[in-house]
């Protein structure tokens, strides 16, 4: 597992520096079909088995991009707060909760563990945009709405 999490580190590391992008990786994307993610943000820091415990009542729309297709921007919505329970390397058990940006990243990357890309949740009448495209466009909006509630709960399992 440490091979592993040392490639999507260096993975990681190696596209931030080529390409000035990106915040975390998961596993399937550098082909280990293992439950593994590495996050670069403020710290590095890696977690296994995670997995979404419990999620707030409001949603939030997120101009998504990924390696996966690089060249892309989608809209999808996303829980605004999520309760994400995983494990360090070491194998202690951690528990995350998380807003906004990095609660969208951890469903983004967790997405990617159980086989979804951001494609498959794309939502709205014109969600795909190309990057350079959304650059020029609406960069100035922001990738991030503003939370709203939720219409009825959903459970964990469905984000």
């Not at 079909?33 to 943000?41: D, T």
């Not at 949740?121 to 909006?141: I, M, N, V, Y």
């Amino acid at each position: 597992m440490r091979v592993v999490a040392d490639d999507l580190r260096d993975t990681l590391r190696d596209w931030q520096e080529r390409y000035g992008y990106g915040r975390a990786i998961a596993a399937p994307q550098i082909g280990a079909p293992i439950r593994l993610i590495h996050v670069e943000i403020d710290r590095p820091w890696t977690l296994v088995n995670p997995e979404i415990v419990d999620i707030g009542d409001m949603d939030f729309t997120v101009w998504d991009d990924c390696f996966s297709f690089p060249d892309l921007m989608v809209r999808v919505s996303r829980a605004y707060q999520v309760r994400v329970r995983y494990q360090d390397l070491s194998g202690r058990e951690h528990t995350i909760e998380a807003e906004r940006d990095l609660a969208e990243l951890l469903q983004h990357e967790i997405d990617h563990l159980d086989g979804v890309l951001a494609v498959d949740r794309a939502t709205g009448l014109d969600p795909f945009c190309l990057k350079e495209e959304w650059h020029r466009h609406w960069s100035a909006q922001g990738r991030y709405g503003e939370p709203t509630t939720r219409w009825a709960p959903r459970s964990a399992e469905l984000v």
